[in-house]
């Protein structure tokens, strides 16, 4: 059992930067890929970024790509997403995740693939 707890959303303008974190509970964190997905209103849950147990892997969405840096800390049972150039279209609750597959290194980017969740963070930016 995994639980999930993310930090650091909020209110920031257009051209800004947030850093979301996601502490996992437990002693098996770096046994399992990890991924950021959001949600925006009336919009369904997609996939925003993942990272391998080792943080030595990495995916993005094209909509985040080359704004949106994944990175891990396993000492500190902790997965980071660090968010610049933000978008209004960027707005959104944000997830973090934990891979469905105990020791796995594949990283994946599909909701159904993930099998522990966050309770989300709020990301909103203003124009």
């Known amino acids: 059992q995994v639980q999930l707890v993310e930090s650091g959303g909020g209110l920031v303008q257009a051209g800004g930067s947030l850093r979301l974190s996601c502490e996992a509970s437990?002693?098996?964190?770096?046994?399992?890929?990890m991924g950021w997905f959001r949600q925006a209103p009336g919009k369904e849950r997609e996939f925003v970024a993942a990272?391998?147990?080792?943080?030595?892997?990495?995916n993005y969405a094209d909509s985040v790509k080359g704004r949106f840096t994944i990175s891990r800390d396993n000492a500190k049972n902790t997965v980071y997403l660090q968010m610049g150039s933000l978008k209004p279209e960027d707005t959104a609750v944000y997830y973090c995740?934990?891979?469905?597959?105990?020791?796995?290194?594949?990283?994946?980017?599909?909701?159904?693939?993930?099998?522990?969740w966050g309770q989300g963070t709020q990301v909103t930016v203003s124009s």
């Open positions: 437990g002693r098996t964190f770096s046994m399992y890929g």
């Open positions: 990272i391998s147990r080792s943080g030595g892997n990495t």
């Open positions: 995740a934990a891979d469905s597959v105990f020791g796995s290194w594949v990283v994946r980017t599909t909701i159904s693939d993930y099998r522990y």
